[in-house]
């Protein structure tokens, strides 16, 4: 089935915790705008291409207990799979000390036109020296305001355009991202697996 103008996208940005085996995973959306049908096998292509480039900036941020490793994409608009992809190159990360406990995470924050509708993505495993006292350090909230800029760009390819927001259940929209921020000091995922991200 060929992904169609206005569709949204549901990504699964898939990783895994080396020491367990378990998937370590942060949800996306976009929303597609086309001139016609965009085959399958091209939504993947391009959207990998997206994902391995979002995997470069946060092996930056993550400790070596974490790879990414593959892709998983629902049309949710249709309610059918796009299809599966593992990355051309495991993506590790690269701090070599101890990873921090794995509630705790970085929160990034994308805003839309809508006041009261936002997405949340949670990062964790990261390693212990890229914070002090629960604040993040210098070095590492760069790191994530690039995560951040990256997310917020729109992916313009050869097939189409892929815009990032995320879907409001209240209204039952897409909501296009416009803004976004990073938390300065570490949180908590208290009502999340342990392994799963937003």
Do not use: C
Request: no cysteine.
């Amino acid at each position: 089935m060929a992904v169609s103008n206005g569709d949204v996208l549901r990504l699964d940005f898939v990783g895994e915790e080396i020491a367990t085996g378990q998937d370590v995973v942060n949800v996306y959306h976009h929303q597609v705008s086309s001139i016609a049908d965009v085959d399958e096998a091209d939504v993947m292509t391009d959207l990998l291409a997206w994902a391995e480039g979002l995997a470069l900036l946060l092996k930056l941020f993550v400790s070596t207990a974490v790879a990414f490793r593959r892709i998983r994409v629902t049309n949710f608009t249709k309610h059918s799979s796009v299809g599966e992809a593992d990355f051309e190159t495991t993506t590790a990360g690269v701090h070599a000390g101890d990873p921090l406990p794995a509630q705790v995470a970085a929160l990034t924050q994308f805003y839309t036109s809508d006041l009261t509708v936002r997405g949340r993505k949670y990062y964790g495993l990261a390693g212990e020296d890229a914070q002090s006292q629960g604040a993040w350090n210098a070095t590492n909230l760069g790191y994530l305001a690039d995560v951040v800029d990256y997310v917020l760009e729109p992916l313009d390819t050869f097939n189409a355009l892929y815009t990032p927001g995320v879907w409001s259940t209240r209204d039952e929209d897409f909501k296009a991202f416009t803004s976004g921020s990073v938390s300065q000091i570490t949180v908590t995922q208290r009502r999340r697996r342990r392994t799963v991200g937003s």
